[in-house]
Nanobody
Framework: VQLQAYGGGLVQTGGSLRLSCAAS????????MGWYCQAPGKQRELVAT???????NYADSVKGRFTISRDNAKNTVYLQMNGLKADDTAVYYC??????????WGHGTLVTVSS
């Protein structure tokens, strides 16, 4: 499985960005897809995930500001990020997991929020 992420960039505090990630390859059996982020000097951490059935999970820090969605027909997951803060600055990684538990990671896309 290959994961290709798009949509990072530079935005001012309070602004919005939309990340997208398309999965290709042997996609049968993919269950959860989503996003993790890693800020400078910190460990990678969960942002949000969504299952093929539409169940979502969000980090407390992004609840009410970020929305994850998924188009199963396109094997694509989206992350709408509103109300961005300087603390959201990080490299965002697309993530996918099979029902078996096997995990995949895409190359990161940098999100920079300027104050």
């Amino acid at each position: 499985v290959q994961l290709q992420a798009y949509g990072g960039g530079l935005v001012q505090t309070g602004g919005s960005l939309r990340l997208s990630c398309a999965a290709s390859g042997i996609i049968f059996g993919l269950n959860a897809m989503g996003w993790y982020c890693q800020a400078p000097g910190k460990q990678r951490e969960l942002v949000a995930t969504i299952t093929s059935g539409g169940s979502t999970n969000y980090a407390d820090s992004v609840k009410g500001r970020f929305t994850i969605s998924r188009d199963n027909a396109k094997n694509t997951v989206y992350l709408q990020m509103n109300g961005l803060k300087a603390d959201d600055t990080a490299v965002y990684y697309c993530y996918a997991r099979r029902i078996s538990g096997l995990e995949y990671w895409g190359h990161g896309t940098l999100v920079t929020v300027s104050s």
